[in-house]
């Protein structure tokens, strides 16, 4: 029997008790595991309950064996992603056993010649050693900036792991072979950071996992002007040492991206303070971090208009005040498109930039050529930006319904950003508008052991139970997002949609009162009211709301083609006109106005 086998997205260790799905661990207990290994052992098969009792449990051992067995089985589900009635991967036998349906296969071994596999890497946060608290915002820059460094260095030999995961080790006491068993690398950097009187100092080792040698260390001490020259040549240390620099032809065609020369973020230290306190502030995905980011922000334009990086994390910014709802759509993109052109007018090798461009396409003009375009020289200039990939998957293709595709995308992301929330999310909310309601809820819990106080988790679980009808998990899921999200407007119309649903029509009609309430004083997407409307049943009143939507430009009308709650309405000609607005519909050949003139 092989000790590593995939099966899609999958990879299992038999001999470490290990499960990976694309970079992330899978938390799984003993017993689910080996329920799991005998499956894979004998795929396509029937294993009887009787083979894995005797597997599971010696003869010595008494216990409420078929409890136990569903038990195990279930939490191999959940786990999973799977689903009892409708599986991908696990078939129940009613009282003979289980079945593994997915394709098993032994990854592929390197040919002879061939070049060795990317060494996945980690670049764990920098100690701030200032002793002052407030300096934390700098050591994570200097972290965050080798990281990029590496990634543009060394993309022929190095997976480097993105920051989003790697933020999620701050402050963390786990040792360096924990944390490379969790996140499957082969080494890690780690250092400190002091900054006082003008000076920098830094000092970083590479550590390999395995037997946790130190595979090489170095100081830097340097004037604060030589920042990122100090940082530059740190991740060209790092990747010398890793033996890092091969032939370009060494990559598969997709994954090469187009030669370009990292420029220096800017020559004004001071606008690079602002700069980086504001982007601190802006990855904390709040109302609040928002206000401070913008900010900071602006004060580094105004120090150097001439700043790329500041003009795209504005441009960032003003994307999510649209789309979160705290500010009218049609302006923020607006603001935030303008933030975003001049962005790569300044350095047009801005891969992020340009997704985030095609982004904008789709919100302010439904203009899907133009997305793509975007979309595709984002991925020329860096394939391997996790960032690339969610956004062509939220923008790029499931807005065309291409729900497939953006999952792939999404798992592709989650390689080598495991423990991002956004793209967890992402993944959840991409997987219930497809459908697969079981697996999107395992997705949205995941989240939430990333980040129980962030809205968004609880937000696309209770999306996810109200599509399967669990009305009783799903609404205190929506309220719960509510309350941290400060009463977003935008939340209130998915708790509306639920409440509607399950029957409760007085706490619906209270909440519609609310909204309207709300709408005297500050912006509500229109798509709240159409979604409560919606499942009121009162459907002219939910067609004119979805039209307004289209005009206010809601970001939630953007997957109109695969919202499973709008089912019934399809045959309605005023669905197809709603799609014919936002381009996903050619106009008719011929119209009756064109008739006539004939």
């Not at 470490?16 to 396509?44: I, T, Y």
């Not at 396409?361 to 975007?374: A, F, S, T």
């Amino acid at each position: 029997m092989l000790n590593i086998l995939r099966f899609d997205p999958f990879e299992i260790d038999l001999t470490s008790g290990v499960l990976h799905r694309g970079g992330s661990r899978v938390r799984l207990p003993e017993k689910p595991f080996q329920v799991l290994a005998a499956l894979l052992e004998h795929p396509g098969e029937v294993v009887t309950r009787e083979e894995l009792r005797r597997r599971l449990w010696s003869d010595e051992v008494f216990v409420d064996f078929d409890n136990n067995l569903n038990t195990a089985i279930a939490r191999l589900r959940e786990a999973l992603g799977d689903s009892a009635d409708r599986p991908h991967f696990i078939e129940t036998l009613p009282k003979r056993g289980y079945r593994f349906l997915a394709s098993v296969f032994e990854p592929p071994s390197a040919p002879q010649g061939a070049p060795k596999a990317r060494v996945r890497l980690l670049v764990l946060p920098f100690l701030n050693l200032s002793g002052d608290p407030a300096q934390e915002y700098f050591s994570d820059a200097v972290t965050d900036e080798i990281i990029t460094a590496l990634a543009s260095l060394a993309q022929e030999r190095l997976a480097v792991i993105a920051r989003t995961t790697a933020m999620r080790y701050k402050g963390s006491r786990k040792d360096v072979a924990r944390i490379g068993h969790e996140l499957g690398v082969d080494c890690v950097v780690e250092g400190g950071v002091h900054r006082a009187e003008g000076r920098i100092g830094i000092n970083v080792q590479l550590i390999q996992v395995a037997d946790q040698s130190h595979i090489f260390a170095r100081k830097y001490d340097a004037d604060l002007r030589d920042l990122f020259s100090v940082e530059r040549s740190t991740a060209e240390a790092i990747a010398a040492h890793l033996d890092a620099r091969l032939p370009a032809d060494s990559l598969r065609p997709e994954e090469a991206a187009l030669p370009r020369e990292r420029r220096k973020p800017t020559e004004d230290l001071a606008a690079y303070n602002s700069y980086i306190q504001g982007r601190y502030h802006l990855n904390k995905y709040t109302p609040e971090g928002l206000a401070k980011a913008r900010q900071y922000l602006e004060e580094a334009l105004r120090l150097d208009p001439e700043f790329a990086l500041a003009n795209d994390a504005l441009g960032e910014l003003y994307w999510y005040l649209g789309f979160f709802g705290l500010a009218p759509p049609r302006e923020a993109c607006s603001t935030g498109l303008f933030y975003a052109l001049r962005a790569v007018e300044i350095d047009s090798n801005l891969a992020e930039t340009h997704a985030l461009i095609g982004m904008y396409r789709k919100e302010l003009d439904y203009n899907w050529p133009e997305v793509e375009r975007e979309m595709r020289r984002a991925l020329e200039l860096d394939p391997a930006s996790p960032v690339v990939r969610m956004r062509r998957a939220q923008s790029g293709l499931m807005p065309l319904g291409r729900l497939e595709e953006a999952v792939a995308e999404l798992e592709r992301a989650l390689e080598r950003d495991p423990m991002s929330h956004p793209m967890r999310v992402w993944l959840a909310v991409l997987l219930w508008l497809g459908r697969d309601f079981d697996r999107s809820v395992v997705e949205a819990r995941r989240a939430l052991e990333l980040d129980e106080a962030n809205f968004m988790g609880h937000l696309v679980l209770g999306q996810a139970l109200t599509m399967r009808r669990q009305f009783e998990e799903a609404i205190p899921a929506l309220q719960r997002a509510t309350e941290l999200s400060g009463g977003a407007p935008a939340v209130l119309g998915w708790l509306g949609l639920a409440l509607a649903q399950s029957g409760n029509n007085v706490e619906t009609r209270n909440l519609l009162e609310r909204l309207h309430a709300i709408a005297t004083q500050a912006y509500v997407p229109p798509t709240s009211f159409a979604w409560i409307h919606l499942g009121l049943g009162e459907i002219n009143e939910a067609f004119a709301w979805m039209d307004g939507a289209i005009e206010a430009r809601d970001p939630m009308m953007v997957p109109i083609k695969s919202y499973c709650f709008l089912d019934p309405l399809r045959a309605d000609p005023r669905f197809a006109a709603l799609l014919r607005k936002m381009r996903l519909e050619p106009e008719p050949a011929f119209s009756p106005h064109t008739r006539a003139a004939a």
